[in-house]
């Protein structure tokens, strides 16, 4: 089993997930607001507490915050108190440092199978991935760092082209109703949420 890292940010108003699939369910700070309002119940709450509106009530829970003169930022706590395998809730249409410093912690720490926001799912894909989705089916690729990546089955295929922080595949399409991705570096595949619900994967 996975865990799941909520974290402050913008974020869907509903999920169309398996909350009970989760080993774990960790609250970053304003994350607890979002859990609460997605009616998720975390298993732990870390962060200073500075920014959820609850703060009197994770108190009276037992939880106590961290200084907030830290190195790390409140979700790069909750990333590294997950396992190795985890999904992502939160962390969108925010301070554009903290998006930044969210991207950082990806690279440098581990990221997330999984990540939802409000505007947008997001997919991790490590090696390679096929999948059907309904043709046109809108899809951009961001690397993590840097990758170098085919595809196939894609309005506007590419092969062998080395994606970085400074050049993704932004808004191609799906051709038919199948692709296929090949990388040698983790990318996220990026999805409009009522899109991603549609889109089955194969390994």
Not at 64 to 79: G, L, N, Y
Request: proline letters at 4%; charged letters at 25%; one cysteine or more.
């Amino acid at each position: 089993m996975k865990d799941l890292v909520i974290i402050g940010g913008k974020a869907p108003e509903s999920l169309g997930i398996d909350i009970s699939s989760y080993k774990r369910i960790i609250a970053a700070d304003s994350g607890y607001d979002t859990a609460k309002r997605l009616g998720i119940k975390p298993t732990d709450i870390v962060g200073d507490f500075d920014s959820t509106s609850f703060s009197a009530e994770i108190l009276s829970l037992g939880y106590k915050p961290c200084s907030r003169d830290k190195d790390d930022t409140d979700a790069a706590i909750a990333i590294k108190a997950a396992g190795d395998v985890f999904d992502i809730i939160g962390g969108g249409e925010g301070r554009i440092d903290h998006t930044l410093s969210l991207l950082i912690a990806f690279r440098t720490i581990k990221a997330p199978a999984q990540w939802f926001l409000r505007s947008d799912t997001l997919k991790l894909v490590s090696e390679s991935v096929s999948f059907t989705a309904p043709s046109g089916t809108d899809v951009s690729i961001i690397p993590v760092s840097s990758a170098v990546v085919t595809t196939h089955g894609l309005r506007w295929d590419i092969d062998g082209v080395e994606l970085s922080d400074f050049f993704i595949s932004q808004s191609n399409r799906v051709e038919g109703n199948k692709a296929e991705i090949k990388t040698t570096a983790p990318v996220f595949l990026r999805f409009f949420p009522e899109d991603y619900h549609k889109v089955v994967f194969n390994a």
